[in-house]
Every structure is written in C-alpha cells, then in structure tokens.
C-alpha cells in the first residue's frame, strides 16, 4: 500500500512528538518505587511550574539539573522528584513521575493534576519558543494517550495557592492558551 505525502508526513510527526519524551531513566539511576501513590486517569487539570533554579541549554546540563530538583526534593522529604514532567532549555520533555503517578507539586490538587515544571526562572522572562511548544506537545500526548481528559484546565501553580510560581511572565503567557482557567 502507498501512501499519500501528506499522510506520511503526519505519521512521522506523530511519531517525533511520541518519542520526544526523554525516559526517565536517562538522567536518573534510581527506578521509581512501585509503591508510590497513582491517580485515577485521565485526569482533569495541568498545573504548570517553574523551577525557579538556573536554566539549562544543552541535554547534559539539564540532565545535571534534574538530578539536582530531584535531590532538593528528596531532602525536603519528597518521595522522589515532584514533577510529572519537566521542559529542560533544550527543548525536551523531561520524564519526572510520568503519568499515572500522584505528584508532589500542588497541595490539594496532586491527586488532580500532572504536574509539569519549566526548568529555570519565569518571573522576568519567558521560556524559549522551542519550551513553550515542548509543553503544548505534552499536552497533546496527555490526552491522546487518555491521561488527561480532552476537556481539561490549565492553570499556573500560584492560581492554587500564594507562590511566585510559575513566573509572572510564563503565566501572562499560559493566560492566552486555550485552556486556560481563571480557576483550577
Ligand atoms: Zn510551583
């Protein structure tokens, strides 16, 4: 069977946004503990986060900073990172939890949400375009692979409680993507 261009096309780029998420076990050694907590999928919010740690620019770097916001979040007694996913400098969707698994990221809505965090700081300036359309992809992921339901809300960290999180610049930004809510 032949098949069309542009049906060829979109097949591969299918594909690429499937194989852009960076498995977690390139940067981190420690397998995630089958004991940690899970939530009932698909569910019905992105709460979106800045690391509010320095920025990352090539794989090596942000492979060394998730070690680093995972090892900062072991010692606040975290059970591992706290993160669903996080977007690195390089343009990648970094696997923290991954799906199907209760974050640590936003009290009372853990068991809600996926949690996803841009690696750096957000209050003065905006994560690059090549960041900005990582996240948009994970979402497109999310619900295609029916962890998020298709009519979900986005809301930036403060939106659920007093934090600078994610930036006031990334947020003025989330504020103009489609789904999002002035309330999670
Ligand atoms: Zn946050």
């Keep these: 069977m032949k098949l069309p261009l542009p049906l060829l096309l979109l097949l591969s780029l299918a594909g690429l946004s499937l194989a852009q998420i960076v498995p977690r076990q390139s940067w981190c050694r420690q397998p995630l503990s ?13 709460v979106i986060h800045h690391t509010a740690s320095a920025p990352c620019y090539t794989p090596q770097q942000c492979q060394q900073a998730l070690q680093q916001i995972r090892m900062g979040h072991l010692l606040r ?7 669903n996913f996080l977007i690195g400098g390089d343009g990648r969707i970094y696997e923290g939890l991954g799906f199907g698994i209760r974050g640590e990221h936003a009290p009372h809505y853990n068991s809600q949400s996926i949690g996803v965090a841009f690696i750096g700081n957000y209050q003065r300036a905006l994560p690059s375009p090549q960041m900005l359309q990582a996240a948009r992809t994970l979402i497109t992921i999310a619900v295609q692979r029916r962890q998020l339901q ?11 409680k007093a934090t600078a999180c994610p930036g006031r610049q990334l947020l003025d930004e989330l504020r103009k993507w489609p789904r999002w809510q002035p309330k999670p």
């Design 77 to 83: 007694k975290f059970r591992d990172i706290g993160y």
């Design 34 to 46: 089958p004991r940690l907590p899970r939530v009932a999928v698909p569910v019905r919010l992105i």
């Design 150 to 160: 298709r009519n979900y809300a986005l809301v930036g960290h403060c939106q659920t």
